[in-house]
């Protein structure tokens, strides 16, 4: 019998293993993509220095929080103005912070903004240090980014290795049947 004969070739195996293998590393990228773009995500995009009245662009859906970066500790004040409605400055239960860049963001105020707009937000300190001030999201509005980055690292590659496996079974019982017929045959 002639070993080409039997079918279905073993190069199908070799084909879903190497897209297995192409799943995995794109699942991997993929879920270090979304990891990075949701810390990014929450991380200040309007900064500004103690004493600078910032205008800040604020929508309740984001989560807004005011963010201090500072080498020292500092006792700060933070006042929040103008906007379409009366915004409020509330504080944060427990430490989250956040390292950007080499900057060292701690999450000290949530914005309690009613409707969507801009505001006026001023922060003073009572010690002269280099501190900055930001508004980003709320740490815990990356979970959800977080969560389908790890989604992307088990689902991408397991339904491919799954799939893989499969194949490799279907090909292998398969080339025995076929294998058995052209044996009965002769």
Not at 42 to 48: G, M, R
């Amino acid at each position: 019998m002639d070993p080409k004969a039997v079918r279905p070739r073993l190069r199908w195996i070799g084909v879903a293993w190497g897209l297995a293998v192409a799943c995995i590393v794109a699942g991997v990228i993929l879920s270090v993509s979304g990891l990075v773009n949701s810390v990014e995500s929450v991380a200040p995009t309007k900064t500004f220095t103690a004493g600078e009245r910032a205008v800040v662009s604020l929508d309740p859906a984001d989560a807004p929080v005011v963010y201090l970066a500072s080498d020292t500790r500092v006792h700060y004040q933070c006042q929040i103005s103008g906007g379409p409605g009366r915004a409020t400055l509330l504080p944060v239960s427990g430490t989250q912070n956040l390292t950007l860049e080499g900057t060292k963001w701690q999450q000290v105020l949530r914005i309690n903004a009613p409707a969507a707009g801009d505001y006026q937000l001023t922060c003073i300190t009572q010690e002269q240090a280099d501190v900055r001030f930001g508004v980003g999201r709320d740490v815990t509005a990356a979970v959800g980014g977080v969560l389908g980055g790890v989604a992307l690292l088990v689902l991408v590659p397991g339904v491919c290795v799954l799939a893989a496996i499969i194949v490799t079974i279907v090909v292998l019982v398969r080339r025995s049947s076929h294998r058995k017929r052209l044996a009965v045959r002769g």
